[in-house]
């Protein structure tokens, strides 16, 4: 890929195992992500995937292993610390707040960012209005970017499915995110949606810097973008590394295709 | 409104027809004195002005995390207990502003423990804490502050005052405290709407209402956000406690007013704020329309014992507004895409 330059480890997952009762959803999980990196994981259905994302994201704590993000190792945290500390997100079902417009759903995604107190926006001081008008720039700016001027004030709900998963990339982006995680950012997409998204999703890494993961099905898509891929299967890891040596290796064809007994 | 969408939606349209017809009908007909009219129009206004603070309250916590605080009336009581227990020693401004504190401490209280355990929970989850609530802040209130019926002395004159005796014969009687009351209730409204729509915390309250899980992964504190909306709601109920209960006086039976803004809310729809008032204002007047214009018809034509009308009248207009518009006035009609 062209100027871009991989950095140090951003994220660190380590011999995390994640079980819901019985049920074992993850078992000793090891990578790292790299800053600048597009890393994706993927999996057959029930492979673990979005448990992996979420255990990063902070909504299920693991059972036992560790993450370092930035250096730090995490001690338990919720998905507000998670954002906090600079992790963003989407969903595979959408999670936008439906009744609002383009432009509010995404001036949440500013809202760790504003400094100004609830009473102080109550009384509509000047520096309140003053840091609004700071954000709403920026907002603009995301919304530029991902081509959706003409539904900035239209109810999100009343979208259509392409345009609203394109929301859900710029309330993520709104948060400036150092990392972002997005959970199958294509999944039902027609193929000129789908390459718009990859479009989106490669000018993100590229203009903004952002460190992503992302799960994704197609596996054209996620051989012609991601750096390097995690892989897998029932909760385990099957494999790890760059596109091409992941295709050629011989435990995740088997997961795909099946292996003769 | 197009003509289309007037033939959609019909019903609607000759509801509230019917409704304007009732208004209007016992002037038109020569059943009551102009006079006398406007005096039952106005006192429908005001107590369905009182109807709308509390009805306020329950849209204020619905719309900001979706939860029906079945809490609403007992916090009315006990806002105006602790406010009535505290000017007897001190003066009332002084006393207010306690309250407010003490609402925001019980805010909190609640979002520690209550609600903060149950992020993420069914509705009918968080609407069973909320009725536990309900019964812990009857009972506590009486506990702290006692359970004897207390004055609130707003100060201001409770003498009736004539109006407008050129125009109509006999003029009409109105009540100072009233007007006040009405005022302070247009205000806070008017804030609330503003603080709803125009500030980035309004915004993230509308967000924390539409989905928990997706407004916590972009950072939004949900905790914080609870708080600062109970502590609204109950500012709201101090305000209406103190205005019920100086009218009133404060009892026990002030949490049963709640029972009241029920109908309100269906009528003007969970999620809006002026939903809320103006359906405050069609209850109000329209319980002491059909009490003092509907009533001794009834009793005439079908013999019956007595009126009662204005105990009921408030449910039955809420059922019909369910079967014909059941996202209320002012609501918003969900859109799912299928």
């Known amino acids: ?261 | 409104m197009t003509l289309a969408n007037l033939q959609r939606n019909w019903p609607v349209v000759a509801l509230i027809v019917a409704l304007l017809v009732g208004a209007a009908a016992p002037l038109a007909l020569g059943m009551s004195a102009p006079g006398f009219y406007f005096e039952v129009l106005l006192g429908g206004l005001m107590s369905g002005v009182l109807y709308s603070l509390v009805a306020l309250g329950f849209v204020l916590i619905f719309k900001a995390s979706g939860v029906f605080n079945f809490a609403q009336g007992a916090m009315v009581l006990f806002a105006a207990l602790s406010l009535a227990r505290l000017s007897e020693h001190m003066p009332l401004a002084v006393a207010f502003i306690c309250a407010v504190a003490i609402m925001a401490v019980l805010a909190w209280v609640i979002e520690r423990l209550v609600l903060r355990h149950l992020v993420n929970q069914d509705a009918v989850v968080l609407l069973m804490a909320t009725l536990g609530v309900t019964y812990f802040l009857d009972g506590f209130g009486q506990l702290a502050w006692g359970s004897d019926i207390y004055t609130i002395n707003t100060g201001l004159p409770k003498t009736p005052v004539m109006v407008l005796e050129r125009v109509f014969e006999g003029g009409i009687l109105i009540n100072t405290e009233d007007f006040v009351a009405a005022a302070v209730a247009a205000l806070l409204v008017l804030a609330l709407a503003l603080f709803f729509q125009k500030t980035p915390t309004g915004r993230a309250l509308r967000a924390v209402a539409d989905d928990h899980q997706a407004a916590q992964s972009i950072g939004i504190p949900l905790s914080r956000i609870w708080v600062i909306v109970w502590t609204v709601a109950g500012f709201v109920a101090l305000v209406a406690g103190m205005v019920w209960g100086s009218k009133l006086g404060v009892q026990f039976s002030l949490s049963l007013i709640a029972m009241k803004a029920l109908p309100v809310v269906i009528l003007g729809g969970f999620t809006s704020v002026p939903g809320a008032i103006i359906g405050g204002l069609i209850i109000g007047v329209g319980e002491k329309f059909a009490e003092v214009f509907l009533g001794p018809i009834m009793v005439k034509q079908f013999d019956l014992a007595g009126g009662g009308i204005e105990n009921w009248f408030a449910y039955v207009l809420a059922l019909v507004f369910l079967l014909v518009r059941p996202e209320g006035l002012f609501g918003e009609k969900h859109i799912d895409r299928v």
Do not use: W
């Open chain 1, 1 to 261: 890929m062209s100027g871009r330059k991989i950095g140090e480890e951003i994220l660190d997952v380590a011999d995390i195992s994640l079980s819901f009762g019985g049920v074992k959803a993850l078992q000793n999980i090891s990578f790292n992500v790299r800053e600048h990196e597009i890393r994706a994981i993927i999996g057959p259905n029930g492979a673990g995937k979005s448990s992996m994302l979420n255990v990063v994201n902070g909504v299920y704590a693991p059972q036992q292993g560790r993450i370092t993000f930035q250096g730090k190792v995490r001690g338990h945290m919720d998905p507000h610390d998670a954002a906090a500390a600079g992790i963003g997100r989407t969903f595979q079902s959408l999670a936008l707040f439906k009744g609002m417009s383009v432009l509010d759903n995404m001036m949440t995604g500013r809202n760790l960012r504003m400094r100004t107190g609830v009473l102080s926006q109550a009384i509509h001081l000047g520096f309140a209005r003053r840091e609004e008008l700071r954000h709403r720039e920026f907002v603009e700016h995301i919304i530029d970017f991902l081509e959706i001027q003409a539904y900035r004030k239209t109810a999100v709900g009343r979208l259509p499915y392409g345009l609203q998963k394109r929301v859900d990339l710029g309330r993520a982006l709104a948060m400036e995110p150092k990392l972002l995680l997005l959970d199958e950012p294509m999944a039902g997409m027609n193929l000129e949606e789908k390459e718009d998204m990859c479009r989106f999703v490669l000018d993100t890494n590229d203009e903004f810097g952002t460190t992503i993961v992302l799960i994704e099905h197609d596996m054209g898509v996620v051989m012609d973008i991601s750096d390097r891929v995690v892989v897998l299967d029932y909760g385990k890891k099957i494999g790890d590394g760059t596109p091409d040596e992941v295709r050629s290796s011989q435990a995740v064809i088997d997961a795909y295709l099946g292996v003769a007994h």
